[in-house]
Each structure stands twice: as structure tokens, then as C-alpha cells.
């Protein structure tokens, strides 16, 4: 079936840096993308809509210029979180529909810590 | 209005006992829904869609009302390997395909 790899599956970086999150749908095309946040025992949040090829679109309450998502291929979407807190330390986890929308794959999630 | 409505739980029960979740849904216009699985610290699972008045696979029963709104999912023979987080989620009725999480129903069996 449909794979998503995402990539690393955790990071710990200090305060004030950037890390970059990469989603890759291994063998099938996406163009369209989804980041989620998840935080301890709460729900997954949509955070924005990854477009290849154009502007990712942000829910409300997102801050698009701390999380930069660029979709630049088919098969790869990046979120970068800018100036990472530690209240930004989550669960991100990217997803991706397949063809004709019948299903959504994830990937495996990336647990970010910011110390 | 939260689109869907879900009892967190968590539901404890033994190994081998039947167990039986309801999602409550707000959007009439729904039309399909999926249950994911969630274990914790992983990505969703996705367990059975439904797209019609319900769906069966194995041990697992969905059952779809749509006058009343809510769909149900119920596990026979419960294994300890179920004990997860299960998501009910609408299928997008716009463009869009956002899948929109709820928090969930947290299941333990025990041995």
C-alpha cells in the first residue's frame, strides 16, 4: 500500500533554532500534503494544508511565519518550525491523500523537543 | 460545534469482551466516515471506512445511523493488542479532504 515516510521520527534542539520536518509519499504522487500537531493526551490539530507547486494555506490560529511549509515536488513537503520554543515541543505528523481521496496515508510521526 | 463528539474513555475491559464505541457527528451532510486507531506516541491507523449504512471486517462492526448521527463501532474478542485510541472521522464533504480529529476513545483490555 500507499507509503508516507517522514523524517527524523524525533529531534531535541535548543531554543531560538530551526528544525526542519520532511514528509515523502514513497510511491505515489501528492499534491496536497497536511501537517498536524498533537499535543500529550489531546487530539490531532490541523495546523495547514501543504499545496506543491503554491502557497501552503494556514487554519486559524497557525503562525505561518513561524511554520514554513514548502511543497516543492510531488512526493516532499517540509515544515520548518522557525525560532523553536519549548512550548512548540509536540507531536507533528504529516499525512497524504492518495489518488482519488479514498484514503490518507501518515507518516510516522516527529516528536520534537525544545530545550 | 465540535464536528464529531466522542466519549474519551477510557473503557476498560477484559481480555474477550465485546466493547462498543458511539461518535456522535454534526454535519448532516456527512456522508462517509473512517475509524483510525491511534496507539500512543504513533501515527493514525486507519482501521474500516464506511460508506454506507455500515461495514464489518473481522472482529470489528461499524454501524452508521444517519437520522440520529452518529456511527458506532463495536470490537468482538477483544485482544490486548486493541488497547488504542480510536478516532471516528468524516470523510470532507467539501474539496478540501481535511480529515478533522477528534479526541478520540481510549480502550484498554486487560488480561
Known amino acids: 500500500g500507499a507509503v508516507v515516510s517522514q523524517h527524523p521520527s524525533w529531534v531535541i534542539c535548543k531554543s531560538g533554532t530551526s528544525v526542519k520536518i520532511e514528509c515523502r509519499s514513497l510511491d505515489f504522487q501528492a499534491t496536497t500534503m497536511f501537517w498536524y500537531r498533537q499535543f500529550p493526551k489531546q487530539s490531532l490539530m490541523l495546523m495547514a494544508t501543504s499545496n506543491e507547486g503554491s502557497k501552503a494555506t494556514y487554519e486559524q490560529g497557525v503562525e505561518k511565519d513561524k511554520f514554513l511549509i514548502n511543497h516543492a515536488s510531488l512526493t516532499l513537503s517540509t515544515l520548518t518550525v522557525t525560532s523553536a520554543h519549548p512550548e512548540d515541543s509536540s507531536f507533528y505528523i504529516c499525512s497524504a491523500p492518495t489518488a482519488g481521496h479514498t484514503e490518507a496515508f501518515f507518516g510516522q510521526g516527529t516528536r520534537l523537543t525544545v530545550v | ?111
Open chain 2, 1 to 111: 460545534r465540535k464536528e464529531v463528539e466522542q466519549d474519551p474513555g477510557p473503557f476498560n475491559v477484559p481480555e474477550g469482551a465485546t466493547v462498543a464505541f458511539n461518535c456522535t457527528y454534526s454535519n448532516s451532510a456527512s456522508q462517509s466516515f473512517f475509524w483510525y486507531r491511534q496507539d500512543c506516541r504513533k501515527e493514525p491507523k486507519l482501521l474500516m471506512s464506511v460508506y454506507s449504512s455500515g461495514n464489518e471486517d473481522g472482529r470489528f462492526t461499524a454501524q452508521l445511523n444517519r437520522a440520529s448521527q452518529y456511527i458506532s463501532l463495536l470490537i468482538r474478542d477483544s485482544k490486548l493488542s486493541d488497547s488504542a485510541t480510536y478516532l471516528c472521522v468524516p470523510y470532507p464533504v467539501d474539496s478540501s479532504y481535511k480529515l478533522i480529529f477528534g479526541s478520540g476513545t481510549r480502550l484498554l483490555v486487560r488480561p
